[in-house]
């Protein structure tokens, strides 16, 4: 498949470059907290079908997603990068530094979207239909539960609608190649092994301990490292964007 030209910001700061890649269905704007406190350049695409990219008929799993941003990374010449990915993103990075590891010297995964487990995986086919039937406004009650209430209520409104301006089939075909489609490495058992082909060093930022030790359990390069947290809601990045970008930078000096 032809990768897709995104639409993407670049942020002037140190070598080596960031790539910073949000979920499903966000944009590039979800790191907009963070952009004050990075001292490194950070590259911010928007998703085929998301923002201002372009929405082909097809082609929403992840190694679409890291064929679109090889190409991106390619066209701005900016050597290996460190990439970042949230949520879905933390697939499309994934499967970036697998399928095209000359472009990615470290990995950054911020609550990921894989290593579902038998009960996630057993509820994934009744949410599809859900999300089918009611559209976007089943997605956004996803965002609903994914802030601490009260607390973050800018941020979730925010996040709440561009979910409702999202095409529905896009966010089923997001979905798909998450977790259901030939190839998919969502689900724990295909996790396991796609995960085991990264080659470069992986820092997994994570909300709750039990899947910070999922993590923790598939890393092999000794540079690589886990932290939880702790009281983030799953936009942690949006949450706590200092804290955030320190450790993530700490990691980056370090790896």
Request: with cysteine; glycine share 10%; net charge negative.
């Amino acid at each position: 498949m032809t990768p897709t030209p995104l639409h993407h910001s670049d942020h002037p700061g140190t070598a080596p470059a960031l790539l910073l890649v949000h979920g499903w269905g966000g944009n590039g704007g979800d790191w907009d907290p963070t952009l004050p406190y990075w001292r490194h350049r950070v590259i911010v695409p928007d998703l085929r079908g998301h923002g201002r990219s372009p929405k082909p008929a097809e082609g929403y799993g992840a190694r679409d997603f890291a064929a679109d941003l090889a190409e991106l990374l390619r066209r701005l010449d900016t050597g290996p990068v460190v990439a970042v990915g949230h949520s879905m993103g933390g697939q499309a990075v994934t499967a970036l530094a697998v399928e095209h590891p000359e472009l990615v010297r470290g990995l950054v995964v911020v609550d990921p979207a894989y290593g579902a487990d038998e009960a996630e995986a057993a509820r994934i086919p009744a949410e599809q239909e859900a999300l089918r039937a009611e559209g976007p406004e089943w997605a956004a009650r996803f965002v609903d539960g994914a802030f601490r209430p009260g607390v973050y209520d800018e941020l979730r409104d925010r996040q709440r609608q561009l979910m409702t301006e999202m095409d529905t089939d896009v966010l089923i075909q997001c979905r798909n190649g998450m977790y259901l489609n030939p190839g998919a490495f969502g689900l724990r058992p295909a996790t396991v092994g796609y995960l085991a082909r990264r080659e470069c060093p992986v820092l997994g930022l994570y909300t709750t301990p039990r899947a910070a030790e999922f993590e923790r359990g598939t890393l092999t390069d000794p540079r690589s490292r886990v932290a939880v947290f702790d009281g983030a809601g799953h936009y942690l990045h949006e949450e706590r964007p200092r804290e955030f970008v320190e450790v993530v930078e700490h990691w980056v000096t370090k790896a």
